[in-house]
């Protein structure tokens, strides 16, 4: 029988590479690894790589398997599933992976400018309902900003043909260097060779049940200057016709903006 939330919670609040810091007590404790996360915790001066939205840190600790060389950190407001990559990050010794349980909205609290080398988004809960709360949106970009290196790099890799689409759009409407932008990753070349950058060949458990039911998996990468005026895309997007993953359809609306 597996752990019971409160069980996994208890494990998380032992772990040493697990730091939990939820929205209602954020503003009144000051974050102590904020610009000090390779002296204090990594002990070196490897490159930092976010997963925001990390679920069960499948792609978190999956990278830091295969990159001893870069830091890894796993992004999610979820403890109980985050437990699955942390307690197998433990187990296993590693030494280039944490995580961290907060609110996305306030991730710029947790770095220092120039902190973070790249970011990865895998499979973020398209919202289509409200642009804000997007992950590629202008408002997270922003954010992102604050401790982003100058032009680094954030990878979008999702089963909504609407986050793709509207983050395509985002791109496009901002000028921002774009890299990779395929449709269908396992399926067809990418437009440039994504062999640069970090794997993306990790699949984790919900992409490949996405995989099992005929849905192509979608994949841009690009870079994020440190100035210029960020502004939405005033367009339209169909919304997702089909319902991902353990995904409910929550309007009768057929586009967004």
């Not at 870079?223 to 960020?230: C, E, F, I, T």
Request: charged content about 25%.
């Amino acid at each position: 029988m597996g752990k019971g939330k409160l069980a996994k919670f208890a494990d998380m609040a032992s772990y040493p590479h697990v730091f939990e810091y939820p929205f209602s007590v954020v503003e009144d404790v000051p974050f102590e690894l904020r610009g000090r996360w390779h002296e204090a915790f990594f002990k070196n001066q490897n490159p930092i790589v976010l997963e925001l939205g990390c679920g069960r840190g499948e792609y978190a600790v999956g990278l830091a398997r295969r990159y001893p060389n870069r830091n890894f950190i796993g992004v999610d407001i979820k403890g109980a599933r985050m437990w699955s990559g942390a307690t197998e990050s433990l187990n296993e010794g590693l030494t280039n992976v944490a995580f961290l349980r907060t609110n996305i909205e306030i991730i710029d609290r947790f770095f220092a400018p120039g902190e973070v080398q790249e970011i990865w988004l895998t499979f973020s809960d398209p919202q289509m309902k409200k642009a804000t709360k997007r992950l590629t949106s202008t408002y997270f970009l922003q954010r992102y900003r604050r401790f982003l290196l100058p032009d680094g790099i954030i990878h979008l890799k999702t089963d909504s043909n609407f986050l793709f689409t509207y983050t395509k759009y985002v791109v496009e409407r901002n000028h921002l260097p774009l890299e990779v932008c395929t449709e269908d990753l396992y399926g067809a070349a990418t437009t440039t060779d994504p062999s640069s950058s970090l794997d993306l060949s990790i699949r984790t458990y919900y992409e490949q049940q996405w995989l099992s039911r005929g849905l192509s998996i979608k994949y841009l990468r690009f870079r994020l200057p440190a100035s210029g005026d960020l502004q939405e895309p005033e367009v339209e997007i169909p919304l997702d016709d089909y319902r991902s993953y353990n995904r409910e359809k929550r309007s009768s609306l057929t586009t967004a903006k």
